[in-house]
């Protein structure tokens, strides 16, 4: 069964970083692209950054200079590295790779 996992959210101060994991298990290919997006509570979801073939980034504009989206060293995994986050970043935060569901998230939250 095809499962992805995204892992590493929490509760920082404003300022703080944190690095988002997503790792895909189950998949035999490798995939080459991958969405990160997140949803703020009460609100839709919306697509924060992406990469495509390990290289390609896109960044909403929100986030540019501010998160990095990469690819891990094993096979089908990624990460979302966040600095200098803000209040408006809290939401939950969904890796989506191309031909997978949709994962559970991983919460966010940046306190004041």
């Not at 501010?66 to 970043?89: C, H, V």
Request: net charge positive; glycine share 8%.
């Amino acid at each position: 069964q095809v499962r992805v996992l995204e892992s590493g959210g929490g509760l920082v101060q404003a300022g703080a970083s944190l690095r988002l994991s997503c790792a895909v298990s189950g998949f035999s290919s490798r995939i080459y692209y991958v969405d990160w997006y997140r949803q703020p509570p009460g609100k839709e979801r919306e697509l924060v950054a992406s990469i495509i073939n390990g290289d390609r980034t896109h960044y909403e504009d929100s986030v540019k200079d501010r998160f990095t989206i990469s690819t891990g060293s094993a096979k089908n995994t990624w990460y979302l590295q966040m600095n200098s986050l803000k209040p408006e970043d809290t939401a939950i935060y969904y890796c989506k790779p191309t031909r997978v569901n949709w994962g559970q998230g991983t919460q966010v939250t940046v306190a004041s």
